[in-house]
């Protein structure tokens, strides 16, 4: 299973910086990241090479840390290429509470980092149509 990072953060400057800063100096790996915002905090959504050692760092040094399971789907780097992933997801009824991407290389596949309403369901839906669910071990060798 592959795990996200949520970091709480407060709205002001620097706060972003000293995170990454700490995650940096423990010698942990940012793989991507995410990060939203509201009027008082935001939230940083990041998959690592070592969540156990970054959660703890950022725990140790008063970020509010929570861990939630997430899949990372291979979608074809062109038109179509996400619509493709999204139609059995809809066809099952399937929610899918937010997402965010990125590509490695142009042209060839993009990586989509899901939090659906029922993980155990949207993996073997995806599975069963023949999309590319990656594990944390291959998401790191791309």
Request: hydrophobic share 50%; proline share 3%; aromatic share 8%.
């Amino acid at each position: 299973m592959l795990e996200q990072l949520s970091i709480f953060l407060e709205n002001k400057p620097g706060t972003l910086e000293v995170a990454v800063r700490l995650l940096a100096e423990a010698k942990i790996n940012i793989r991507t990241l995410a990060m939203a915002d509201t009027a008082d905090f935001g939230v940083l959504r990041l998959l690592v090479n070592d969540v156990e050692k970054a959660a703890k760092v950022l725990k140790d040094n008063g970020f509010a840390v929570s861990r939630t399971p997430v899949l990372a789907v291979e979608v074809p780097d062109r038109a179509g290429g996400l619509a493709q992933v999204l139609t059995p997801l809809r066809e099952a009824g399937i929610n899918i509470e937010y997402l965010y991407a990125f590509v490695e290389r142009s042209g060839e596949n993009a990586v989509i980092i899901f939090r659906f309403s029922d993980y155990s369901v949207a993996k073997e839906v995806l599975k069963a149509q023949g999309i590319s669910v990656l594990e944390g071990e291959r998401l790191y060798k791309l």
